[in-house]
């Protein structure tokens, strides 16, 4: 079970910290990532870790404002947000699943598509 949190309303250029507390689910053995939508859009791939060799996803919108962390200890999965932006503005889910594949980005992609526990997320607003 993944549960998210730390979503809220941010000024643009302020920053917040994603949790996903994840129950029953060894981190370092799964794929796990963020993803996000927005009103009347699909569901995207915002980051992820995988679970071969630990490399990073980030979707091109978000390279080097997003770092996403992991805690196998705490079974945690963060997701620092810098410089955030209106169109960063969506609810965020976490999600992880045992799925590899060749490259991180696929990886990310197929990870997407085939978890089907999505969590309730958390709202991240990003507004003046």
């Known amino acids: 079970q993944l549960v998210e949190s730390g979503g809220g309303l941010v000024q643009p250029g302020g920053s917040l910290r994603l949790s996903c507390a994840a129950s029953g689910v060894i981190l370092d053995y799964y794929a796990i990532g963020w993803f996000r939508q927005a009103p009347g859009k699909e569901r995207e791939a915002v980051s992820c870790i995988s679970s071969s060799d630990a490399s990073e996803y980030y979707a091109d919108s978000v390279k080097g404002r997003f770092t996403i962390s992991r805690d196998s200890v705490k079974g945690a999965l963060y997701l620092q947000m810098n410089s955030l932006k209106p169109e960063d503005t969506a609810v965020y889910y976490c999600?992880?699943?045992?799925?590899?594949?060749?490259?991180?980005?696929?990886?990310?992609?197929?990870?997407?598509?085939?978890?089907?526990?999505w969590g309730q997320g958390t709202q991240v607003t990003v507004s003046s």
């Open positions: 999600a992880a699943d045992l799925v590899w594949h060749d490259t991180v980005q696929a990886m990310c992609f197929q990870l997407g598509k085939t978890f089907t526990s």
